[in-house]
């Protein structure tokens, strides 16, 4: 069998949401105007009809397909059943891939909900786990907001009753997002995202969601979407902190810096700002992953050079060789994967003189 050591890029799959939009921009624009001034339009093959607003873009679907290496032309699914560990490293959930990463853009308020964590979702929701996820915000508009926890002295007995209303907004708590913000979304942390924010999710592999509240709203089948309030109820969790305004540790590198995101037994984020030509090594016994939210360049491997621009998602199996990223344009990465929180996070902040207190803001045990 072909050996996996080389980034591997990913087409990035496509879901309508009835809360979407149309225009996705600025990850994925109809066209694109390169460093030399070329404009060109870009089709996108996996994107749903022109006429549905798309709500969210998958970067590790299991249908989503590889565009280079041995795996060209598998889904990720595929690839995973037939590589096994050598794609996807030493951590995964029933042979897939460890970290569900997607893109949401959104033109309306999402439905109030919340996720359960691993014991409740294989107890209630057979063959799935729970579900785990953090916000990254890429681009928020004026006056976009979000909704994150229960105000202080709500129960659920409170909530219950402001579902039957559509009003249970009025007992969230109401936060303002900016550009880079970082947000930790625990199981059992009600939610709710609202419009004109672009942002980078990554989670569990699971997309066991319970809505409690959609307002009445219809979906784009006409019909209204189902709602889950029982087992919602059950799992909220009322005395959760909202996990924000998270201090920004970076750490300075040749290619310019590298800020450590957050942290949890799940996943990992870290933001690559690369000015610079940045060389860097495939990790041993794990899959890391790439996605690309500004900036355009090339991926270097010894086998040639891959093109990369901003929206795309990209692997780097565990026997990666070295690789080069190179900008022509200023570029900022998100890289994920399942981490060692010692290893990866604590200790190299700690080297690099940030205080035990501020690291574990960002690092959830």
């Not at 799935?128 to 994150?148: H, N, R, T, V």
């Not at 800020?259 to 860097?280: K, P, Q, T, Y």
């Not at 360049?297 to 998602?313: F, K, L, N, Q, S």
Request: proline share 8%; glycine share 10%; hydrophobic share 35%.
């Amino acid at each position: 069998m072909p050996k996996l050591d080389s980034p591997l890029q990913l087409s990035p799959v496509f879901k309508s949401k009835v809360w979407g939009r149309r225009g996705l921009e600025p990850l994925y624009p109809a066209s694109w105007t390169t460093r030399r001034g070329k404009t060109v339009s870009i089709k996108r093959p996996n994107r749903s009809p022109e006429d549905e607003p798309v709500g969210e873009v998958w970067l590790t679907d299991d249908e989503a397909v590889f565009l280079n290496g041995p795996p060209a032309g598998m889904t990720l699914a595929e690839a995973c059943q037939q590589y096994g560990r050598d794609l996807y490293g030493a951590h995964s959930q029933q042979g897939r891939f460890p970290i569900l990463a997607k893109f949401i853009f959104t033109s309306d308020w999402l439905s109030v909900q919340v996720h359960p964590d691993d014991r409740y979702a294989r107890e209630h929701e057979p063959g799935s786990i729970g579900k785990c996820e953090m916000w990254y915000i890429i681009d928020a508009k004026p006056g976009a907001e979000f909704l994150l926890g229960l105000q202080a002295g709500v129960g659920r007995e409170g909530l219950e009753a402001a579902f039957s209303e559509s009003r249970s907004p009025d007992l969230l708590n109401r936060f303002r997002p900016s550009g880079g913000e970082a947000i930790f979304v625990p199981p059992g942390a009600i939610h709710a995202l609202g419009p004109h924010i672009v942002l980078f999710e990554a989670e569990e592999n699971s997309d066991v969601t319970y809505r409690l509240d959609d307002f009445g709203r219809l979906g784009l089948d006409g019909n209204q979407r189902p709602l889950h309030r029982q087992k919602g109820l059950e799992v909220i969790q009322p005395h959760l902190p909202a996990y924000r305004e998270l201090p920004h540790l970076e750490i300075r590198e040749e290619y310019g810096t590298r800020r450590l995101v957050l942290a949890c037994e799940f996943f990992a984020v870290e933001e690559l700002h690369l000015a610079e030509i940045g060389s860097f090594n495939g990790a041993q016994n794990r899959v890391e992953a790439l996605a690309v939210i500004s900036g355009e360049g090339r991926v270097e491997t010894a086998a040639g050079w891959y093109a990369y621009r901003v929206g795309d998602g990209w692997l780097v199996p565990p026997a990666s060789s070295a690789y080069r990223l190179v900008p022509e344009q200023e570029s900022r990465f998100l890289k994920f994967y399942v981490p060692d929180l010692d290893e990866d996070f604590r200790k190299p902040l700690l080297r690099a003189g940030f205080k035990s207190e501020e690291i574990g803001r960002i690092v959830f045990a």
